[in-house]
């Protein structure tokens, strides 16, 4: 991928993507946060965590169908699928909240809706704190994107990601549009959605998990009577 240093958002996402420096960073921003929810806070850098574990695996080995994905996506900058990765997986987050409303009803109600639209919105503008890119329009397409194939369900639930990782490669900043791959797929499709698709399998819900840990072990710092309006 490009360079040899990670550019600034994928090098934020990766060093989150370790449970340890998430940990820490959750109990350094949470204890400093004034009147902003700590929940969300939390969930945000969670949302990012889980990206940057996302970009650190996009790999797979060379085989002899396809191009190592060192070589597929060495004009490609990581900050461009780190920022396309946020989206996907605050997304994924909300749903887990919702299905919480079945399967625990206590922590549905003790994030709420405001944590989950206001952890959305850190996380979208910390893309643009460390790239300098206001990614807002392409979150809210993107969001689009993904709820209505899940309405569609006519496909696997990763896919629509994975095709948009697919049209991300070559990208040179999150800035830059899609890019149009043609009527036929290259043949790193099928390593790269299969990577997406063992990521999903348990990833997202992994980082989902680990956040309402975190509200289950620091209560003091995540009190049920926060201010879900945001900021």
Known sequence: ????????????????????????????????????????????????????NFISGLHWDAHPMWEGSDRYLRDTNNDAIAAETIVWIAVLMGSFWLADQRNDREMFERVGFGTVGT??????????????????????ERRKFYLQAEKENTRPLFEPFASIVLNSVGRGSPADPLRSIGLLAPLEWTPLSAYVAIFFSTMPQGFYDTFKRMLQAWPERFPDDEDESGF
């Open 119 to 140: 952890a959305d919105r850190i996380a979208v503008s910390m893309i643009e704190n460390l790239t300098g890119v206001d990614f807002t329009d392409h979150a809210v």
């Open 1 to 52: 991928m490009e360079g040899s240093a990670a550019p600034p958002l994928t090098a934020f996402c990766t060093k989150l993507s370790a449970p340890e420096t998430l940990l820490g960073m959750v109990d350094r921003m949470t204890a400093e946060a004034g009147h902003v929810d700590n929940r969300a806070i939390a969930l945000s850098l969670t949302i990012m965590g889980a990206a940057g």
